[in-house]
């Protein structure tokens, strides 16, 4: 019997139907309006899909693998989708340098129409495992600071007492004077004091705070990047310091940001859970 030759393989079809499809999606602003979110929620899923299935496969891991500072005692971690699906259990049952994960900010949002696809799993299972939690807004100063503040408001939703202060992630101008991203940084912090009636926390490098944002924003609590012995900022000045991105956490497949907070546990949930803020 001969061989079916086939000529015109399905996976050739595939890539010829989404090639034809994102041409026409960039040729015709109301289809990308009307296709773009199924589109997300389809890649979203295909991917949601392959992180499940990786998650038997994890490696156990022994060590953080970074050499934690000094005279601190409250560690925590920050996540998004990069990290791919966690396993909130195997990180709340870690305990390696004398250290356990006690706090967890993870992407909630970017921009005005970017949602962190594993944002819902991580607050409901590191709430689960007893992990404080709270969620960052990845800003982008081309965009309105307003808009960005109702998109992250609306995934939030309702903002719990066991949970720790917002936080807005600013780390690039994406183009614009620095005087414009003030005033749309201020715009989203506003708002957001308006919806929850408490001070957002800021994160961002201490390159870029020494450059933009020193001598502003005075009353919000700042989140210091630097992967250094220690940050340029002042320690009166900054309430929490990322140290390192390059950190390892059992139940989690890819490096890692870690931090430490400035003061004991104590100090901790006064200032950082949002049941202890002052109304």
Request: proline share 4%.
């Given at each position: 019997?001969?061989?079916?030759?086939?000529?015109?393989?399905f996976?050739?079809?595939?890539?010829?139907?989404?090639m034809?499809?994102?041409?026409?999606?960039?040729?015709?602003p109301?289809v990308?309006?009307?296709?773009?979110?199924?589109?997300?929620?389809?890649?979203?899923?295909?991917?949601?899909?392959?992180?499940?299935?990786?998650?038997?496969?994890?490696?156990?891991?022994?060590?953080?693998?970074?050499?934690?500072?000094?005279?601190?005692?409250?560690?925590?971690?920050?996540?998004?989708?990069?990290?791919?699906?966690?396993?909130?259990?195997?990180?709340?049952?870690?305990?390696?340098?004398?250290?356990?994960?006690?706090?967890?900010?993870a992407?909630?949002?970017?921009?005005?129409?970017?949602?962190?696809?594993?944002?819902?799993?991580?607050?409901?299972?590191?709430?689960?495992?007893?992990?404080?939690?709270?969620?960052?807004?990845?800003?982008?100063?081309?965009?309105?600071?307003?808009?960005?503040?109702?998109?992250?408001?609306?995934?939030?939703?309702?903002?719990?007492?066991?949970?720790?202060?917002?936080?807005?992630?600013?780390?690039?101008?994406?183009?614009?004077?620095?005087e414009?991203?003030?005033?749309?940084?201020?715009?989203?912090?506003?708002?957001?004091?308006?919806?929850?009636?408490?001070?957002?926390?800021?994160?961002?490098?201490?390159?870029?705070?020494?450059?933009?944002?020193?001598?502003?924003?005075?009353?919000?609590?700042?989140?210091?990047?630097?992967?250094?012995?220690?940050?340029?900022?002042?320690?009166?000045?900054?309430?929490?310091?990322?140290?390192?991105?390059?950190?390892?956490?059992?139940?989690?497949?890819?490096?890692?940001?870690?931090?430490?907070?400035?003061?004991?546990?104590?100090?901790?949930?006064?200032?950082?859970?949002?049941?202890?803020?002052?109304?």
């Amino acid at each position: 019997m001969s061989k079916k030759v086939n000529i015109f393989p399905f996976s050739s079809f595939l890539l010829i139907f989404f090639m034809g499809l994102g041409y026409l999606i960039k040729e015709n602003p109301d289809v990308k309006a009307s296709l773009g979110p199924y589109i997300e929620k389809s890649i979203n899923l295909v991917l949601n899909v392959r992180d499940y299935i990786e998650v038997p496969f994890y490696k156990h891991i022994d060590g953080y693998g970074v050499k934690l500072p000094n005279k601190y005692s409250v560690h925590g971690i920050d996540v998004s989708h990069h990290q791919k699906l966690i396993d909130w259990k195997r990180v709340s049952e870690m305990y390696a340098q004398d250290t356990q994960v006690k706090f967890v900010y993870a992407k909630a949002t970017e921009g005005e129409d970017h949602k962190d696809r594993h944002f819902y799993h991580n607050r409901k299972n590191a709430k689960k495992e007893l992990i404080s939690f709270g969620a960052y807004h990845f800003f982008r100063p081309k965009k309105s600071g307003t808009k960005q503040a109702e998109f992250f408001i609306e995934t939030i939703g309702e903002l719990h007492a066991s949970e720790m202060v917002p936080v807005v992630d600013i780390e690039i101008l994406d183009g614009i004077s620095p005087e414009v991203m003030r005033e749309r940084l201020a715009d989203f912090l506003q708002k957001v004091e308006e919806e929850w009636n408490i001070k957002p926390m800021i994160y961002t490098g201490d390159s870029f705070y020494k450059d933009y944002l020193k001598g502003h924003f005075r009353k919000y609590r700042v989140w210091i990047a630097n992967y250094g012995q220690e940050t340029q900022a002042s320690t009166k000045r900054w309430t929490m310091w990322q140290h390192t991105q390059s950190a390892t956490i059992d139940g989690i497949p890819e490096s890692v940001d870690m931090n430490v907070f400035y003061g004991d546990w104590e100090a901790f949930k006064k200032a950082m859970l949002v049941g202890y803020q002052s109304h």
